[in-house]
């Protein structure tokens, strides 16, 4: 398995808190993504990153930000949550190789309250 | 718009027999086709992956097909076990963007 960790875990939190949710990877892969799973959406890409600093959106961004300070960890905050943000996110790495074959984290259950 | 699209929700199949699991894509430009399989609670696994230019590639028990004029793409799986059950998901890949896109999934059920 990749080497890659997702904290915390499980997370309550209220509307309107700030929460950051982190991803480390022991890897040293180059590229690292953020999605979240819904029932009937499957996982859509909220941010992804192609270097440290280097970030874009994806799909579903607005609500959200990164960022990446090292190789190693992704940053993902949802700056004023919202309900329409509970929701199971997943990092993701691939490699600069083969970056068609993306690695996911075990993931982090959010419930906005 | 969804681009990929897992029409069948669930699938039930008796263990030792084949399980089809179906996807469609509208957009011909991908160039990766990937299954991904996915247990209660755990992140996505990356299963098996068929490239643009084949239509064909074999993993021990799993197969994935592709029919790019039909732009559908179908995982195989024989024999299925009760540890094959999941969820699959599958996903498209684009060189242009960089970017997977995933199908809502199916849930696989395999009984003893």
């Known amino acids: 398995d990749a080497g890659i960790t997702q904290s915390p875990r499980h997370k309550v939190t209220e509307t309107g808190t700030p929460v950051t949710l982190r991803c480390h990877q022991t890897e040293n892969h180059r590229y690292m993504y953020w999605y979240r799973q819904d029932p009937g959406h499957g996982l859509r890409l909220i941010h992804y990153?192609?270097?440290?600093?280097?970030?874009d959106k994806g799909e579903v961004s607005d609500g959200y930000s990164v960022s990446r300070s090292k190789t190693e960890d992704f940053l993902l905050t949802l700056e004023s949550a919202t309900s329409s943000q509970t929701s199971v996110y997943f990092c993701?790495?691939?490699?600069?190789?083969?970056?068609?074959?993306?690695?996911f984290g075990p993931g982090t259950r959010l419930l906005v309250l | 718009d969804q681009q990929v699209k897992q029409n069948s929700p669930s699938l039930s199949v008796q263990e030792g027999r084949i399980s089809i699991l179906n996807c469609d894509y509208t957009?011909?430009?991908?160039?990766?086709f990937l299954w991904y399989k996915k247990y209660p609670a755990e992140g996505p696994t990356f299963l098996i992956s068929i490239s643009s230019i084949k239509d064909k590639n074999e993993d021990g028990r799993f197969t994935v097909f592709l029919n790019k004029s039909a732009k559908h793409l179908s995982l195989h799986i024989v024999p299925s076990q009760p540890g094959d059950s999941a969820v699959y998901f599958c996903a498209t890949y684009s060189g242009n963007t960089g970017k997977l896109i995933f199908g809502q999934g199916t849930t696989l059920q395999v009984k003893p």
């Open positions: 957009n011909s430009m991908f160039d990766y």
């Open positions: 990153s192609y270097g440290v600093k280097d970030t």
């Open positions: 993701a790495i691939s490699d600069r190789l083969a970056r068609e074959t993306q690695y």
